[in-house]
């Protein structure tokens, strides 16, 4: 399982940084993570229950809670802080990152809705 070594909230440009003990080294948009948090509120119960993200463009992270020594749970500037981001799922995002964005936007055209608050 990939270990973080260092993470920081860079709070001017939103983006949580994270590097990782294997050399890789990811640069998280605050709103992709707000986005894809891992909580029961934005995927669901099950397959088909996600529900969309929007207006979270200028989402902040106000707090970064450590759990445990496998995961961090932040604090979004909307309230949110349900959402509980292990290493794994970090790095996934990481790996990630494009794909998600595109398919983001991607159900946001289709569903009329917009990344403005």
């Not at 707090?63 to 959402?83: C, R």
């Amino acid at each position: 399982m990939p270990f973080p070594t260092e993470i920081k909230l860079h709070q001017r440009s939103r983006v949580l940084e994270i590097q990782y003990a294997d050399g890789r080294s990811f640069r998280l948009p605050y709103e992709l993570l707000r986005v894809y948090s891992p909580s029961a509120e934005v995927r669901g119960h099950g397959p088909g229950q996600e529900v969309l993200q929007t207006g979270k463009r200028e989402v902040e992270i106000r707090a970064l809670e450590p759990v445990g020594s496998y995961a961090v749970q932040p604090v979004f500037s909307d309230g949110h802080s349900t959402g509980i981001y292990s290493w794994e799922y970090l790095y996934e995002l990481g790996e990630r990152q494009e794909e998600l964005w595109r398919d983001y936007l991607a159900k946001l055209a289709a569903a009329g809705a917009s990344r403005e608050g």
